[in-house]
């Protein structure tokens, strides 16, 4: 089974600086879909940036990339010029490229804070 | 607006009551999820269906119930036999086999 971890229950960066949330992964498939996922204290889900497995490319929306290492097992994501908006918990998530497989298994989350 | 709707947005059950949680989208996804998250938590899937009329088990079925009638509805039922259903729940679509999952806005459940 699929199990996704961050191992940063909590973190904090300065309004405009740049932060990295870790995530870790296991999986035996070759073929799957990686996600960071945005909760503001709306509690809606908000895709951040998703990355398909068979590009070698690192994902990038505007000030949001990641660090997609497939070997490893880790896709972290870096947060630049953070702004007071970007303050919510990121969820890391994966998902089976198989449609049979197809729901997503979350971490328990990072909650970042941004200090002005 | 193309989306998912889930409704009610706060909702409290009394002990041994069954209460059901609805979710709409028109999307056109084939498949629909439900996902539970508590205080401290990421979400866990409690079941999900990818096509109609068939639904599968997740991590956390035992004491909700679903049914899959219309491609566009996928009502949960939380009953009695759920012991500690106080939780925050979020409804998912997606396409079949796509690359994203699509959430709705969440229900709030509360027992009182």
């Known amino acids: ?116 | 607006d193309g989306g998912i709707t889930q409704s009610p947005k706060y909702l409290f059950r009394k002990e041994g009551q069954n209460v059901t949680l609805s979710c709409e989208q028109n999307l056109n996804h084939d498949a629909m999820y439900w996902y539970r998250q508590d205080p401290g938590q990421g979400l866990r899937l409690i079941y999900y269906s990818q096509i109609v009329n068939d639904f599968q088990k997740g991590d956390i079925a035992e004491g909700y119930s679903v049914s899959r009638e219309k491609k566009e509805s996928f009502p949960l039922t939380v009953t009695s036999a759920q012991k500690n259903p106080t939780a925050f729940y979020l409804c998912a679509s997606s396409t079949y086999s796509g690359n994203t999952i699509y959430f709705g806005e969440g229900s709030w459940l509360t027992v009182v």
């Not at chain 1, 229950?9 to 999986?27: F, I, N, R």
């Not at chain 1, 996922?37 to 690192?58: C, D, F, G, H, T």
């Not at chain 1, 994501?77 to 729901?103: E, P, T, V, W």
Request: proline share 3%; glycine share 4%.
């Open chain 1, 1 to 116: 089974a699929q199990t996704v971890t961050q191992s940063q229950p909590e973190m904090s960066v300065q309004e405009a600086e740049t932060v990295t949330l870790s995530c870790t992964y296991d999986t035996s498939e070759s073929d799957y879909y990686l996600f960071w996922y945005k909760q503001p204290p709306s509690r809606q889900m908000i895709l951040v940036i998703r990355q398909e497995a068979y590009k070698q490319q690192n994902a990038t929306e505007n000030r949001f990339s990641v660090n997609f290492q497939k070997a490893a097992k880790s896709f972290s994501l870096k947060i630049s010029d953070s702004q007071l908006g970007d303050a919510a918990m990121y969820f890391c998530a994966y998902r089976s490229r198989h449609g049979s497989q197809g729901n997503l298994i979350f971490g328990k989350g990072t909650k970042l804070s941004v200090k002005p």
